[in-house]
């Protein structure tokens, strides 16, 4: 009977060590043992950014003549709105969406979309059957001053934003294009065919959102993000692989706020052309 006891605890301890080593290799996953990543910034789904202010006039004069209850930019939608109070002040959003399922563009930043089971829009984590896109007017309102206003195209910013004080006075006003600020600096290795080289993205007059270069296949040579004006975050660079592949050439870190003091860029990591590392700094 003894002897049952010790084979039993020393199965036990067998299985709890194995489990253990299990875990610890599953922690010890090396995110930057290939450069190959698995991405949707490849040339099938590249913006095309031609702003075409002609095409928005005769919108407008359509929308003049025909104006359909909850029906924005061809689509049928619901309205909604979310209420919070912080001490005295209330804060209403409201807000029209969609239940149409459309996969968000992958150069877009921010994608806003209605929370139902929080009750709450939010700008990332956007998941399709997860939650709906706004699309079509939207209001911010504290103390029943409407202190922002503009419109959602499939969860994007969309045409004119403008911002209001407490006294109804317009402080600032923004021009979207589906998610890209109407400012935005865009260059083209060929404008013929609308083959974008690069896009800075602007807003209020500084570098804002996410930052794109390409090659001249359209495959993405470079991405990052600026946050008023000075690059944030992880860089990353890319080689030209013919569009077959996205693999990591090489990435910076910058600050992860602006106007972070005493922060010095530095090369993270550095991949061959193959996907294998060649360099990581050490921590």
Do not use: C
């Amino acid at each position: 009977m003894n002897r049952f006891y010790i084979l039993l605890l020393f199965f036990v301890l067998t299985s709890q060590l194995t489990l253990a080593q299990d875990e610890g290799s599953k922690q010890k996953v090396d995110p930057d043992s290939s450069g190959v990543v698995n991405t949707s910034l490849l040339p099938t789904s590249m913006p095309l950014l031609l702003f075409d202010d002609s095409a928005e006039k005769e919108e407008k004069k359509a929308k003049k003549k025909k104006a359909k209850k909850n029906i924005w930019f061809g689509l049928k939608t619901k309205k909604g709105y979310t209420r919070r109070e912080l001490r005295d002040t209330q804060i209403f959003e409201f807000f029209n969406y969609t239940d149409a399922t459309r996969q968000p563009d992958p150069y877009i930043r921010d994608i806003y979309w209605f929370d139902p089971s929080e009750r709450s829009i939010k700008k990332e984590g956007y998941e399709v059957g997860k939650g709906y896109l706004l699309h079509g007017p939207y209001e911010r309102v504290i103390n029943e001053e409407i202190v922002e206003k503009g419109m959602y195209f499939y969860g994007t910013k969309h045409k004119t934003w403008m911002l209001f004080d407490s006294k109804n006075v317009l402080q600032d006003k923004n021009h979207f294009s589906e998610g890209w600020p109407r400012e935005s600096r865009i260059t083209y290795h060929n404008r013929s065919s609308n083959v974008i080289e690069e896009i800075i993205p602007i807003q209020y007059g500084l570098e804002e959102g996410n930052y794109f270069f390409f090659y001249e296949d359209a495959q993405v040579a470079v991405t990052g993000e600026y946050e008023f004006g000075e690059k944030v975050g992880l860089w990353t660079e890319y080689w030209d692989n013919n569009n077959t592949k996205a693999i990591r050439k090489r990435e910076i870190q910058y600050q992860e706020d602006a106007y972070t003091k005493n922060f010095r860029p530095y090369i993270r990591a550095e991949w061959d052309k193959d996907g294998n590392l060649v360099y990581r700094k050490e921590n």
